[in-house]
Structure formats: structure tokens, C-alpha cells
């Protein structure tokens, strides 16, 4: 079974040769190339009611491309909980996935499709992805990016960095011009944003949320300028409809991983900047397009995720319409679904058809504190092997004063630790993969 993990995400400025772009009218046709990746030697691996506009401090600018600064090596030290697959089919103590030798060097990918080197850390055929939720860099995060964007997500990085791929929501425009969208929130960053994602740790980002428009035409525009030049790919969002949709791309140990990114929040971004055709903008969750892509991707991935915007937010149980498309996405070959935008935990487990789905991981790297559960969120580490989510490991993190994630402790672990519990329930998800 191909393991699909729908990250609807896109990365401008990516090559759109020979893809033919998905039409209003059905499915879109795509023209695959052989593409052969190799390992690379020695890698391992909202409460304030009042309109506000959110942007970086005064006089800082964009930033050039810089290459990722290497790994952390080492799983962390911190609590964190795992679930695995077991001979009776119950949770085991840690995440020892089965590691069975995968074929697949060669892989056939769409031309437009963001393509990265391969990493390998585990046995052959076994790979591992970090998941975290929202980031941003305004307020009080944004004086950490204008501080030093290599140093920004120092801290996160000792949590992100262990796994052969991590990838994050970036939940901003890249801009520092634009004009604000009529809508209450607006955030921004220069393009020293994506510096300091790639120096913390992350491999690949989404922007396919309600916030990535926040300054309409002229900021998107800056937008998809800096994601062409950036240190690390950004799914999602792009040029058009083809752009948008494209998957992230990569071969992990002999596993074909494909990564698309979406939003399913109902908003004016999605309204107005739905990517199509001939008009850049968001993938829509809402659009046929997304299963579509996801089935295409089935065809020529071993793996494919998908990383969704989507739920309601301040509650943590998942909505029906949520719930409606998780059944799509995983008809359609998705392995694994994850998502974020409730700002709060959603459950997080295995279907009964062995789909792992994730709704909601918090607000990761956050601009504001409130002081309730929107401070609580983690890092989700999952092992595939032989093409399936075999392992999820949690790493429990609390938001401080500065915005930062920190590992949780004592009460704050212990409160964490229960609500990830009792969302599961309430997602009626499973704890461990199904027997069989």
C-alpha cells in the first residue's frame, strides 16, 4: 500500500515544463519524467476583536538563500510518548519500526514537482517525519528573527532536526510591502523567515493557510519571489492551480515520499486567492483538485502525506467536515493526513484502515501566549516502514514568555499528556496500527 501524506504545499519558482495544470471542469493530466535520487554520503538524515495588522520590525529586510546548517544528531532527551506497531497489535514502548530493505531509487515525479536529496538514518525502507503546527514571526517572535535568523529556532531545532524529514506550517506573508487584506489579522516576515526555519531544523514548509494573502496581490507576489530563492521548499502555494498543487518530492532510504499541503479554512484567502489556472494563489482542500493530486501522487509515491489548514478553531475534537475529508484523502492512497489551525491539539492516531491522521498539532513558534491550552502543542515524529505509518512518537512542548517551544515538565507534561489523550478519543482514532 503506498503511503500518501497529503502536504497540499507549493514551492514557487519550481519548473512547470511538461505539467499540464488541473482544469475547473476535472482531475488534471500529468506528464511524469524518471528522475533517479541518491543519498548524498554521510547525510543522516486570537482573541483581541480589534482589526490588527501584524509585521516584522522596522528596517528588517529580506535575507538571501543560505544552505541548511547540518542535523542534530540524536533522538531528544525530553518525554515523549510512542506508539508502534507490535505482533498483537498494541501500543509498544518505543517506536522500533519493522526495517525491510525498499527498491526504489528511480522514481517518476511531475516536472513541476519540488525535489529534494534523499536522507537515510534508519534501515532500509524505514524513514522518519517530524511534524510540528503554526509559526510566525510577529511581535515577539519577530524581534527573535530580527535578532538573528540562524539563531531564531535554535532551541526547536534540538527537537525537529533528529528526523530524516520535518516540515512545519509557515503561517505568514513573506513581504514587508503589500497592502493589508480586508480581514482582522494580518501577519508578515521578510524572507530572513525562511532562513531561519531551514537553520531550525525544518526541511519543508506549507503555506497553504489563511494568512499566507494577508497583504494581498503585491505581497503575494513578494511571497512567491522569495519562496523561488529560498534555502528550503514551500508547498501550497504558487503562480497557479499547478504550482499549488505540486508535491514535495524526495527519496528517504529507498521510500518515495510525496508531501502536498491545502487549506480547508473558509475564509477570505480561500475565497479570494484559491490558486486556479491562470491566478496565483492557495491549494484549496475544498477543490476536487486535492484528491486528484493525492491520486496521482499514489501512483508514483511509496508514501504520500498530506499536510492540511483545516478544523475549528479553539476546539480540540475534530469537525465533520474535517472528519469528511480525511475519509476522501485516505480513499484516494494518502497514508498519513496532518494538519493544524484550531491553535489548539486536535487527536492524533490510526484509522481503522491503517491511515494515520493528526488534526490539529497547535501553535508551535507563536507570535502571542493567552494563557490556556492555545501555549500547549508538540513535535509528531512518524516511522514508515514498507510503505505504512508503523510508529508516533509525541514530544510534549509548551510555549514560554519568548514564543518559543519548550519541553514540557512535571504539571505542564502531565496536562499535555491528557488532553493528547483525551483527543484521540474524541477523534475516534486508534492508539496503535490495526492488526493486519
Known amino acids: 500500500m503506498s503511503v500518501v501524506v497529503a502536504l497540499l504545499a507549493v514551492m514557487s519558482g519550481c519548473a512547470v515544463s511538461s505539467r499540464t495544470g488541473p482544469s475547473s471542469a476535472g482531475p488534471a493530466t500529468t506528464v511524469y519524467q524518471t528522475t533517479t535520487v541518491a543519498s ?99 511581535e515577539r517572535t519577530a524581534h527573535l528573527l530580527a535578532a538573528g535568523p540562524s539563531t531564531a529556532l535554535h532551541e526547536a531545532a534540538q527537537q525537529l532536526s533528529a528526523a530524516d524529514v520535518t516540515m512545519v506550517n509557515l503561517e505568514t506573508a513573506i ?21 531561519a526555519l531551514a537553520d531550525g531544523g525544518v526541511d519543508v514548509a506549507t503555506m497553504a493557510n489563511n494568512h499566507a494573502v494577508d497583504y494581498g496581490p503585491g505581497g503575494l507576489q513578494d511571497t512567491l519571489a522569495a519562496i523561488a530563492t529560498s534555502p528550503i521548499p514551500v508547498i501550497g502555494i504558487g503562480k497557479d492551480a499547478a504550482q499549488a ?28 486567492y484559491t490558486a486556479t489556472d491562470s491566478h ?24 504520500v502525506v498530506v499536510y492540511l489548514h483545516w478544523g475549528i478553531e479553539y476546539t480540540d475534537c475534530p469537525s465533520a467536515e474535517q472528519r469528511g475529508l480525511a475519509d476522501r484523502l485516505a480513499a484516494a492512497g494518502a497514508t498519513a493526513v496532518v494538519g493544524t489551525h484550531a491553535h489548539v491539539l486536535q487527536g492524533a492516531g490510526w484509522r481503522p484502515d491503517g491511515t494515520y491522521v493528526a488534526y490539529g498539532l497547535g501553535n508551535y513558534f507563536w507570535w502571542r501566549s493567552f494563557g ?14 514498507q510503505a505504512r505509518v508503523t510508529g508516533a512518537t509525541f514530544l510534549p512542548t509548551h510555549l514560554d514568555e519568548r514564543g518559543v517551544p519548550m519541553p514540557a515538565t512535571g504539571s505542564t507534561l502531565s496536562r499535555i499528556q491528557a488532553e493528547w489523550a483525551a ?14
Not at 93 to 112: F, I, L
Not at 423 to 436: E, V
Request: aromatic residues 4%; charged residues 10%; hydrophobic residues 40%.
Open 40 to 138: 548524498p554520503a554521510g547525510d543522516v538524515g486570537r482573541t483581541a476583536p480589534s482589526q490588527l495588522s501584524i509585521a516584522a520590525p522596522a528596517g528588517q529586510s529580506g535575507g538571501s538563500a543560505a544552505t541548511p546548517s547540518p542535523a542534530l544528531t540524536g533522538q531528544p532527551s525530553w518525554p515523549a510518548f510512542s506508539e508502534s506497531s507490535s505482533p498483537s497489535g498494541t501500543a509498544a514502548v518505543d517506536t522500533a519500526a519493522e526495517g525491510q530493505n525498499a527498491a526504489a531509487a528511480s522514481a517518476q515525479v511531475p516536472t513541476d514537482a519540488v525535489t529534494a536529496p534523499s536522507a537515510t538514518a534508519e534501515p532500509g525502507g524505514t524513514f522518519t517525519l517530524a511534524l510540528a503546527g503554526d509559526v510566525n514571526f510577529a
Open 175 to 195: 513581504t514587508t510591502g503589500g497592502a493589508p487584506a480586508p480581514k482582522q489579522f494580518h501577519f508578515r516576515a521578510p524572507a530572513t523567515a525562511l532562513t
Open 245 to 272: 498543487y505540486a508535491p514535495y518530492t524526495t527519496t528517504v532510504n529507498g521510500v518515495r515520499l510525496a508531501i502536498l499541503a491545502a487549506s480547508q479554512v473558509h475564509d477570505w484567502t480561500l475565497g479570494a
Open 280 to 303: 496565483p494563489g492557495i491549494a484549496s482542500a475544498v477543490s476536487d483538485r486535492l484528491v486528484a493530486a493525492v491520486k496521482a501522487a499514489e501512483q508514483q509515491a511509496d508514501v
Open 372 to 385: 490556556n491550552a492555545q501555549d500547549d502543542n508538540g513535535v509528531l515524529t512518524l516511522t514508515f516502514s
Open 423 to 436: 483527543a484521540r478519543q474524541c477523534a475516534d482514532l486508534l492508539a496503535a496500527p490495526p492488526a493486519g
